[in-house]
């Protein structure tokens, strides 16, 4: 079945410093999504990326496709404590409605 | 702003007992889903929902699980004879469209198999 891998499953950093989370697929995607997911909370929708190679920002946040439509990353700039949580990677296959998560970075901040 | 809204939050049931989870989706949204995770990993896929009737499902979703939309607005998801593997929080989500659209996740059911 279709696989979704992400990469590192946790990471620890001082407050100020980057991360970035990195995920592929086995199989090429119609789109990718990100959601974020606080401690004991549901996943948030973050971002979609559609198209081959798209690059998206929100504020410290950089969402990249791949030109292959198989990998994306997620990038922080200077994490913040709010930053926290857990943060997946969903790809959707060219025909379906299934969201395939990958399993997840976990992110912990300290200050 | 609209939220899709899960009964119970918490739900603590004996091995080999039915249980019922209800979903009340975003009411302009015409596509279902439910997913599972396990504590401590990730989102699991188990059905999705569209015009009345299962369009995917997923390994997990055996003949021991079901799906029913009984009026306009409920979405449920039927566990017919638990077991203790079943245990995990159950997300349920919808989205306006199917393909390219965002799927807005509801706040889970906690279900503990004992």
Same mark, same amino acid.
């Given at each position: 079945?279709?696989?979704?891998?992400?990469?590192?499953?946790?990471?620890?950093?001082?407050?100020?410093?980057? $991360?970035?989370? =990195?995920?592929?697929?086995?199989?090429?995607? #119609?789109?990718?999504?990100?959601?974020?997911?606080?401690?004991?909370?549901?996943?948030?929708?973050? *971002?979609?990326?559609?198209?081959?190679?798209?690059?998206?920002?929100?504020?410290?946040?950089?969402?990249? $496709?791949?030109?292959?439509?198989?990998?994306?990353?997620?990038?922080?700039?200077?994490?913040?404590?709010?930053?926290?949580?857990? =943060? %997946?990677?969903?790809?959707?296959?060219?025909?379906?409605?299934?969201?395939?998560?990958?399993?997840?970075?976990?992110?912990?901040?300290?200050? | 702003?609209?939220?899709?809204?899960?009964?119970?939050?918490?739900?603590?049931?004996?091995?080999?007992?039915?249980?019922?989870?209800?979903?009340?989706? *975003?009411?302009?949204?015409?596509?279902?889903?439910?997913?599972?995770?396990?504590?401590?990993?990730?989102?699991? %896929?188990?059905?999705? %929902?569209?015009?009345?009737?299962?369009?995917?499902?997923?390994?997990?979703?055996?003949?021991? %699980? #079901?799906?029913?939309?009984?009026?306009?607005?409920?979405?449920?998801?039927? *566990?017919?004879?638990?077991?203790?593997?079943?245990?995990?929080?159950? $997300?349920?989500?919808?989205?306006?469209?199917?393909?390219?659209?965002?799927? $807005?996740?509801?706040?889970?059911?906690?279900?503990?198999?004992?």
């Amino acid at each position: 079945g279709q696989q979704v891998m992400q990469i590192p499953q946790y990471q620890h950093v001082q407050e100020g410093e980057d $991360f970035t989370t =990195y995920c592929n697929s086995s199989t090429t995607l #119609s789109n990718i999504q990100w959601y974020k997911q606080r401690p004991g909370g549901h996943p948030v929708f973050l *971002i979609q990326l559609v198209k081959s190679g798209e690059v998206k920002k929100q504020k410290r946040l950089t969402f990249q $496709f791949g030109e292959a439509k198989k990998n994306s990353s997620l990038h922080i700039t200077a994490t913040q404590t709010t930053d926290v949580g857990t =943060y %997946f990677c969903a790809g959707r296959l060219e025909y379906g409605n299934k969201l395939v998560f990958g399993a997840g970075t976990i992110l912990r901040v300290k200050s | 702003e609209p939220e899709v809204t899960q009964t119970p939050s918490h739900q603590v049931t004996q091995m080999g007992q039915e249980v019922i989870l209800r979903c009340v989706p *975003i009411s302009n949204h015409l596509y279902f889903y439910w997913y599972r995770q396990i504590l401590g990993q990730k989102v699991e %896929f188990l059905v999705s %929902f569209y015009n009345n009737e299962i369009s995917e499902k997923s390994e997990i979703f055996d003949d021991q %699980f #079901s799906v029913e939309r009984p009026d306009g607005s409920n979405f449920t998801l039927k *566990i017919r004879s638990t077991k203790l593997e079943d245990s995990a929080m159950y $997300f349920c989500a919808s989205s306006r469209v199917g393909g390219h659209a965002e799927a $807005f996740f509801g706040q889970g059911t906690r279900l503990t198999v004992v």
